[in-house]
């Protein structure tokens, strides 16, 4: 475990340096507790960080709350929120988010695959309010023995309106622990945004949390 820590932050410091110069690079933390109310009800807090260490500052801060509910085995449906808050150079803009969230998987199988959904209504201290979709599918794969268990996903964003996908996400990563109470990932992300007609790129690197109660 510590060698694998060791090879992640080597990993992130590699990337670093090599975007200092062509495109940003983040560090993202994401912390969330998981709530099971019943059989068919859940609910989840998380909060999410992103960083650019080349600027030595905190870039954007997410506050989420979900609930939702299991339809069948694999199928379920949820309301969620977000606020953000946004570092500009003008100063923080805030953000609020709505959400109406379906979540779709494969049942009992060995390669876990889900995907979700979700329409938002975003709203901003500064700036036009707007609608999008959101879409992603994650794949998991099992494991042999003790060793970390790969994961790929993908994440596309995309604007109800003329602007269409505005952002693309490709993930790759390592369940590093998995109890009854935690799970711990860390992951790759290569980010596309794109700005005016132009697709910028970006790298990051981020470890997520999971609490189960």
């Not at 960080?49 to 870039?59: G, K, N, Q, V």
Request: hydrophobic share 35%; net charge positive.
């Amino acid at each position: 475990m510590k060698r694998l820590l060791g090879l992640f932050v080597l990993l992130a410091c590699v990337i670093s340096s090599q975007a200092q110069e062509e495109k940003k690079f983040y560090l993202w933390n994401t912390s969330c507790v998981h709530l099971k109310l019943n059989s068919d009800y859940k609910m989840k807090f998380s909060s999410k960080i992103h960083y650019l260490p080349e600027e030595h500052f905190r870039d954007m801060t997410y506050l989420d709350f979900a609930l939702s509910r299991k339809m069948n085995d694999w199928f379920s449906l949820g309301l969620a929120f977000r606020g953000a808050q946004t570092r500009k150079e003008t100063g923080d803009v805030m953000e609020y988010r709505p959400q109406f969230v379906t979540g779709l998987q494969l049942p009992k199988s060995k390669i876990k695959c889900k995907t979700t959904n979700r329409l938002e209504y975003r709203t901003f201290s500064e700036g036009d309010a707007y609608a999008r979709y959101y879409h992603n599918i994650f794949v998991r794969f099992p494991g042999q023995g003790a060793w970390p268990k790969p994961y790929l996903g993908e994440e596309l964003f995309t604007k109800l309106s003329s602007d269409g996908t505005h952002l693309a996400r490709i993930y790759g990563g390592l369940e590093m622990l998995k109890l009854d109470y935690l799970r711990i990932d860390m992951y790759y992300v290569w980010q596309q945004t794109k700005r005016n007609s132009d697709w910028q790129g970006a790298d990051a690197v981020g470890i997520n949390l999971h609490f189960f109660i």
